[in-house]
């Protein structure tokens, strides 16, 4: 019995060197779920400006770890199935077999970093090759427009050409440097990027907290035909509930700086009917 217990303590002392350790390389990706129960968790990323594969590796360590058993682990991840979850968990078990009885999860945590660099690289295309080769392309220009003000709400938006999604995320985070737009209420944005060569669109939206306003605002942007822009619309809200009028202001203050920066015309229709919102379970604020 003597031996059991000196070897659980081993075992322990091995697995609070390693979480201090592992704590200390990778900083706040490295999280602790439960201490008592030994459960960890620790995000991962290809380190690729974009696109950016994540996955979460989650570690439940035994009371006999390293000595005799191995971790017990989960790796949440989107993109992960069949084939390519199969193959990243034969590399671990491997991994492990290479080295039973000894310290492993840093050694895992590289491997699964380093299936993601390898799927990355395997499924770009050639518009994203292109996107990390203009590390130093220029930021593009950001307009801003005029505000719309209602009841204590305020709405104002900003438009950018894009011409590739690495621009959207450049324009994006420069905004969000300024702690106004950043501490706004919501920053609901949508945009559309013509691709040529497929004769097809890559458009995306974001609510940001307010239900459907960015779709709304993506269905805007179809309907006007406007390509290779993105429109980001900040809103302020004052507490004083707007209802519906607040996807009209939304709607109101992208067509307004899309008229003003001649991307479309004021003959165009100047906002999308809003009916119906409240089927939807949509907050009134």
């Known amino acids: 019995m003597a031996n059991i217990n000196v070897g659980n303590a081993g075992d322990l002392q091995s697995q609070i060197e390693e979480v201090e350790a592992l704590s200390s390389i990778y900083g706040d990706e490295w999280c602790v779920i ?7 968790c620790i995000k ?5 400006d974009y696109p950016k594969l994540k996955a979460c590796l989650q570690i439940i360590l035994p009371h006999d770890y390293p000595s005799a058993a191995p971790p017990v682990y ?13 193959t990243l968990s034969n590399s671990l078990e491997e991994l492990y077999v290479e080295n039973t009885g000894e310290s492993i999860l840093y050694l895992w945590v590289e491997k699964v970093r380093e299936f993601l660099l390898e799927k990355s690289q395997s499924t770009d295309t050639g518009e994203n090759r292109m996107s990390r080769l203009l590390d130093n392309e220029e930021l593009p220009h950001i307009k801003l427009g005029e505000t719309i003000t209602e009841r204590r709400s305020t709405f104002q938006p900003h438009l950018a050409p894009v011409v590739t999604p690495r621009q959207v995320r450049m324009v994006l985070d420069k905004l969000f440097e300024n702690k ?7 920053n609901i944005y949508a945009y559309r990027i013509y691709c040529e060569e497929k004769q097809s669109f890559l458009q995306d939206c974001e609510d ?7 779709g709304r605002l993506l269905h805007l942007l179809q309907i006007l035909d406007v390509r290779n822009v993105l429109v980001v619309v ?5 507490g004083i509930l707007l209802g519906p009028d607040r996807f009209k202001h939304i709607n109101n203050s992208a067509r307004n700086i899309l008229v003003q920066e001649g991307y479309t015309s004021s003959a165009v229709r100047p906002s999308l009917p809003i009916s119906n919102v409240s089927k939807f379970g949509i907050s009134p604020h």
Do not use: C, M, V
Request: charged residues 30%; negative net charge.
């Open 208 to 214: 940001d907290g307010e239900t459907a306003a960015g």
């Open 180 to 186: 106004k737009i950043a501490s706004a209420t919501h």
């Open 34 to 40: 439960d201490e008592a129960a030994r459960i960890f």
């Open 234 to 238: 900040s809103r302020w809200y004052g």
């Open 74 to 86: 989960q790796i949440n991840a989107a993109w992960l199935r069949g084939p390519d979850r199969k």
């Open 44 to 48: 991962i990323t290809d380190d690729i």
